[in-house]
């Protein structure tokens, strides 16, 4: 069984800019999560998708953070425009079917994206 | 809300010694817990989860967890570290009741580095 892609696996961009990161879930899933991991720390929670609706993106900074599922499986997140501290690594998972309990919420993370903004 | 702990930033041990990696949890809900391991430059690895029943949890590469209830902790532990275990550990916790605030969202803890010298 696949596991969760991500792309690109390395990003250098200048502040201002703007940077896009792409995931495809394990077939089938139809939860997926995005999360920034700040060197030294614990990945956070962005944003949390059942299959194309949001259900948690509390904690996405949405004057520069968007993010979408298209037909429910791919999804995009993109940062516009970029600032110093937005450099981690972002961290695409996805799981069964929020909600059911248990196992079938078991994520599964992708190997990130390394983001570097000069 | 919920929070991990994890005691310890960073845990040398020499090959084939044990290894316990501490960490404790606040949550206000039955919650689930997990263990997940990431190499350098790599995505987390799920090395084990308590979902209910047996408070032993046996996971991949010969790690194990104990779930203590009353003192809110899930600490790892293994008997005999390998070199290949050199990695950063998280600890994570999500909410067990299906509508809570946190259901689903994995809370992490700030990682424990495991350094196994030669």
């Known amino acids: 069984e696949a596991g969760v892609a991500q792309s690109p696996r390395y990003k250098i961009i200048e502040k201002r800019q703007s940077v896009a990161f792409w995931c495809n879930p394990i077939?089938?899933?139809?939860?997926l999560y995005w999360y920034q991991q700040i060197l030294g720390q614990g990945p956070k929670l962005l944003i949390q998708f059942q299959n194309n609706g949001v259900v948690d993106d509390s904690q996405l900074p949405k004057d520069r953070f968007s993010a979408e599922r298209l037909k429910g499986v791919d999804s995009t997140l993109k940062i516009q425009p970029a600032k110093l501290e937005d450099s981690a690594v972002y961290l695409c998972?996805?799981?069964?079917?929020?909600?059911?309990?248990?196992?079938?919420?078991?994520?599964?993370f992708g190997p990130g994206t390394r983001l570097t903004v000069l | 809300a919920q929070s991990v702990t994890q005691l310890d930033s960073q845990v040398p041990v020499f090959e084939e010694a044990p290894v316990e990696l501490r960490c404790n949890y606040s949550?206000?809900?039955?919650?689930?817990l997990f263990w997940y391991v990431q190499y350098p430059n790599q995505g987390l690895q799920l090395l084990l989860k308590?979902?209910?029943?047996?408070?032993l949890v046996k996971g991949i590469n010969g790690f194990e967890a104990e779930f203590n209830k009353s003192q809110t902790s899930f600490h790892l532990r293994k008997p005999s570290v390998h070199i290949s275990d050199t990695a950063e550990y998280f600890c994570a916790v999500s909410d067990e009741s299906a509508g809570g605030t946190s259901y689903g969202k994995l809370t992490f803890g700030q990682g424990t580095i495991l350094t196994v010298h030669p």
């Open positions: 949550s206000s809900v039955s919650v689930y």
């Open positions: 077939s089938g899933h139809a939860t």
């Open positions: 308590y979902l209910s029943g047996s408070t």
């Open positions: 998972a996805s799981s069964l079917n929020y909600g059911s309990g248990g196992a079938a919420d078991t994520q599964y």
